[in-house]
């Protein structure tokens, strides 16, 4: 079994910036693309970035120029690094990845992390 492990979320004031992390643990797991999602209280979940398999990005309107996301194939993680933050990026941010484990192809999400931005 894989577990996807988020961190690096908390409190920061608007303007700053945080690194989020997800960590693949559990059996071998190779990422072939991934993303990042949030949901803020009230509201759907979204998609925030995205990242495939060649390392071609998208991103949401939203968080375009502010928020890059990558990846490090040997340790199996995802990033997402978050800039320029304001009180509207508050939310819980998931993050989900696809690839191959040692018993088959896998779609996997983490369980969430707060960030919140105050003004």
């Known amino acids: 079994q894989v577990q996807l492990v988020e961190s690096g979320g908390g409190l920061v004031q608007a303007g700053g910036s945080l690194r989020l992390s997800c960590a693949a643990s559990?059996?071998?797991?190779?990422?072939?693309?991934g993303g990042w999602y949030r949901q803020a209280p009230g509201r759907q979940r979204e998609l925030v970035a995205l990242?495939?398999?060649?390392?071609?990005?998208n991103y949401a309107g939203s968080v375009k120029d502010r928020f890059t996301i990558s990846r490090d194939n040997a340790k199996s993680t995802l990033y997402l690094q978050m800039n320029s933050l304001n009180p509207e990026d508050k939310a819980v941010y998931y993050c989900?990845?696809?690839?191959?484990?040692?018993?088959?192809?896998?779609?996997?999400w983490g369980q969430g992390t707060q960030v919140t931005v105050s003004s």
């Open positions: 989900n990845a696809e690839g191959l484990t040692g018993v088959g192809w896998g779609n996997y």
């Open positions: 990242i495939s398999n060649s390392g071609s990005t």
């Open positions: 559990g059996n071998t797991f190779s990422i072939n693309s």
